[in-house]
């Protein structure tokens, strides 16, 4: 039986054998892979990519104070991208389960229509979530739009929930259970976690100091969104931190998830707030489509 | 004569697209076959989520040749234009013909087409025809401009007898190969030919025929358990497989203390099971799964089903037990947050509204019930299963302790959810039902959300059309009307509803019902007595020549000038006949509607021969003013008072 971190490495080893960087988690809280600058801005524009990466990510409304079996604030994908997406990918992800020790014909694996949508992050794509003896796995998306922006190559993402595939290959019931390395159980790795930020999310957060975060690094965001349109020179264009403008995007992300989960938002308010991120999201991610021949450009010597 | 096959291979296309999609390639490609003289004829349309299938029989190998008469100038016509048109044409002008027509002489030329091969013209037409298939949401996948279709095309096998027909659709060349189930037996290409197509899949764990997948999931479910009978869950299961088996797993019986709405939900929804029935029709601990494997010999499919329901019915157990630390009277004030819609307020402020409504229809009990039948929304439950919003309500309201009949109110308050659903079953649920359904009509009329065309996101055609039918089937009779308030709009479009609802439910003719519309009814019970009595007088002899002339003394009295009044003088009723029809309706016309609306219109309908007699003797625009006046009043009259059941012009008879 594979440990967790064993599953984890086979799984790295198979998308680095196809041709996948292999990077290591954004280092900025995120809700999903998806958000990582990784998959969110290399999916623009029309440059191939293939990366590969776990992600921890930040659920606050789902955090559960450790108790339950099943459901994590903070639980890992790994999240792979394959831009343009090769014709055999769904026989690639099938082989990327066998590598990891599943046995598909011995077991029931559905595809089952389920279409991607982030409001926040004006992205959607059309796909599927994959169904393991009537457990989802993996979440499968054919990328079409993203920041507002219609994608001109449609690259797939696959995120697979290892939390989940490691219970189903170990056979067990609660998460925390899970062999993270040999002899050393999910529970010691990431109880704390769940349960101390639990209480901070649900309990202790301060809602005012959280809404100001949000009005500034908003604040932060746009100034650079406008700043950067007023910028002509090319070269000044090249090094124009687009990509610091974005981590104050998922700064904003992860606070409204703070506040959401911490019931500071009202079901009224929800809908402008969530604008309010889309927003600097899609500014972002036009300037940074809008970079991309700069970026290009060899360095002026 | 040669056989065609079709097979569209692709990634897992969503299973309720994949017959209106078979059903469209069918018709498309006969229309193909038609359109372009290939005879042949579809045989079969059938298909997987991997997989549109389309066979046809008897296509002809080529076209046949054929002559085009190609039409040119008139004979007399300037030289030069004969000339420009034999060149255009590539002949000579000798090459011309004169032929006579209608229109006079002209140059034609007869222009030899030959047939085109089968095979060709095919290849030229089928990516079109593919690409043209409808479905709800397509996409790109080759990037930006690329083709669209529902999920990837990643095969195609066209066949015209033994001959590959060749075209290329989204970087897929057409071929003679197939490919089986994802991970049962061969894993790459299968050659195939069109006899052997369908022994090959099944060989490679494919059954390609959804009639024989439907068959194999009813027999083995029915022989796994008593399941619950879900047409809908069958059918999805028969496009979601390609060699389905179904398998029986179990559950804990201490999850049987949750609502088994909340277990079937969790088992027909989300997971895709049969709920199972124990002996006594309570639900038993036990459900069915559909695989896309044959078998389970060591249990893993059992074990990793039976795992994952549990985590979901604990986590039903987790909102169960979460909601109940407050209680549904509690929660009505959160709903102040809660957006019932942005340009209309809050669920609170609808909460009120429908209430006053409720005691209106339904007194106290109704009025209780409409004030706790929205709170489930801040539920954790109703969070998690939107669609028992409602039924939660009511289950929490009785685990509560609340009244039952206030529990049944809110539990049933949202029926019915379609015209096959039945209404509320109490007299209170009814008056929830209504007064919500009004409330929401009311509201959105009010701010112009009004359903055009198919854009209806606040399905206000169904709030409406419940709304009928509960007045129609159910226990509470108030003025409808009086129920819609002012607004012009909604009363029409709830004319339409009804006008649906009695055509199309209760089967009534358009004009009868265009009749009773046209009365002046109050209740929809009493709008279907009407109705009801119009349909039976109708097939007496007397019926539709009166209503002909009702139709008459109608378009008599508008051409009247303006100031017909309704007052008949005696003692200008000169003739007998025109004696003869005061009288009689003198003798009706007080009465009043007794109810007994069939015995009234008989008696109306009895008035015929006088009617007729009237007509064939009397002149109603006699020269003496005083005498018109006089006969205008009393068709103008008899018009009036036995129009009150329904009005008689309405109705399309044979002279009409």
Redesign the interface.
Known sequence: MDSFQETVFKLKKYWADRGCVIQEPYDIEVGAGTMSPETFLRVLGPKPWRVGYVQPSRRPADG?YGD????LYKHQQLQVILK??P?DV?EQY?GSLEAIGID??????????D?WESPTLGAWG?G?QVM????EITQFT?F?QCGGI?????PAEITYGLERIVS?LQ?K?SVYDIEWAPGVPYSEVRYFDELQLSVYNFESADVDMLWEALRRHEAEAQRLIDSYKTVEDPAEKRRFPLLGAYDQVLKCSNLFNLLDARGAI???ERVGVIARVRKIAVGVAQAWVDQEPFRTMKEVA | MLPFLLEVGAEEIPDWMIPAALEQLGKDFQALLDANKLGGRVTRTDGTGRRLVLWAEGLIERQADSEEIVSGPPKAANPNAIAGFAKKNGVSVDDLKVETTTKGEYYTFRRQVAGRATVELLAELLPDLIQKLNFPKSMFWTGKGGPKFIRPIRWIVALLGETVVPFELAGVSSGSETYGHRRLGVRGPIPVTIANYEAELEKNFVIGSSVARRAKIEREVAALGNAQTDAKLLETLTFITEYPAAILGGFDASYLTLPKEVLTMVMRFHQKYFAVNAADGTLAPNFIAVMNIPDDPEGHVVRGNERVLRARFNDARFFYDVDQKRTLLDRVSDLANVTFHAKIGSYLEKTSRTVALAQELGGELAAEAAYLAKADLTTEMVKEFTDLQGMIGGLYIAAQGGKPEVAKAVYEHYKPLSMEDSIPSTATGQAVALADKIDTLRSCFAVDMVPTGSKDPFALRRAAQGVVKILVEGDLNPSLPELLGGDERLHEFFTDRIRYYFREIKGFASDEVAAVLASPWLQLKDFEKRLDALHRVRSTPNFEPLANSFKRIKNIVAAAPIGVGFSINVELLVEPEERRLAEEYEKRRWAELSGDYYQQLLDIAAMRPVVDAFFEKILVNAPDPAIRENRLGLLRSILNDFSRIADFTEIVTANS
């Open positions: 559960r339950n079996p099943n459901r343009p997406t014709k769904i099938l598909l014909s011995k077991h029931d694996l559905k595809l089952e229509e279409n059309i599927w393991l003896d009537g457990m054919y079409q219609d994608l001109d190559l449609c189903f056979g019931e009202s079901v009224t």
